[in-house]
T-cell receptor
């Protein structure tokens, strides 16, 4: 696609429910990133994919968070048993993996998650 | 390890005045540096990037940044602020060579006063 696409754009969920956030990266981009941005705060790195593998998942805050990527394309970030502190914008980004791009990463519009 | 520090979480300028947003980086190897802009309720958009070519980098919307190795800085400037420049600006650092984690600063909110 032309840009990074994320869905849903907005999600309100009850505490304790599971949520899935989806990311469609730019076509051909091998690298995919998830970041979290709490209200009024900076970007918090969650996980990085190269292809379908995740060589860096050091930012996942707890075992309630997981992510997968299939077909070297779509990625899903899953949050189990959501808590109010999970409320944030979840930003997905992709890049061509540093092959001539200077590691430029391109962001989606984000998925706004509110846990009530 | 690499990091960026953005001085000033909020900056206010008058319309038509100079915009200066500060970013200092720390990196054990030559860095690649970026500035991104985030308008309200939107994702991040690349403004400009430095990847070891020219030290003065020009970006979109009249912004530019200068890489100063001696000062480990990559400050963002614009000669004349416009109301539409009101947004949050993030500095980021990475390095060359395949995958490298991109580390973001905490952001600077720019307010433009009419």
């Amino acid at each position: 696609g032309a840009g990074v696409s994320q869905s849903p754009s907005n999600k309100v969920t009850e505490k304790g429910k599971d949520v899935e956030l989806r990311c469609d990266p730019i076509s051909g981009h091998t690298a995919l990133y998830w970041y979290r941005q709490r209200l009024g705060q900076g970007l918090e790195f969650l996980i990085y994919f190269q292809g379908n593998s995740a060589p860096d998942k050091s930012g996942l805050p707890s075992d309630r968070f997981s992510a997968e990527r299939t077909g070297e394309s779509v990625s899903t970030l899953t949050i189990q048993r959501t808590q109010q502190e999970d409320s944030a914008v979840y930003l997905c980004a992709s890049s061509d993996g540093g092959q001539g791009s200077g590691n430029t990463i391109y962001f989606g519009e984000g998925s706004w998650l509110t846990v009530v | 390890a690499q990091s960026v520090t953005q001085l000033g979480s909020h900056v206010s300028v008058s319309e038509g005045a100079l915009v200066l947003l500060r970013c200092n980086y720390s990196s054990s190897v030559p860095p690649y540096l970026f500035w991104y802009v985030q308008y309200p309720n939107q994702g991040l958009q690349l403004l400009l990037k430095y990847t070891s070519a020219a030290t003065l980098v020009k970006g979109i919307n009249g912004f530019e940044a200068e890489f100063k190795k001696s000062e480990t800085s990559f400050h963002l400037t614009k000669p004349s602020a416009h109301m539409s420049d009101a947004a949050e600006y993030f500095c980021a650092v990475t390095r060359s060579g395949g995958y490298q984690k991109v580390t973001f600063g905490t952001g600077t909110k720019l307010q433009v006063i009419p």
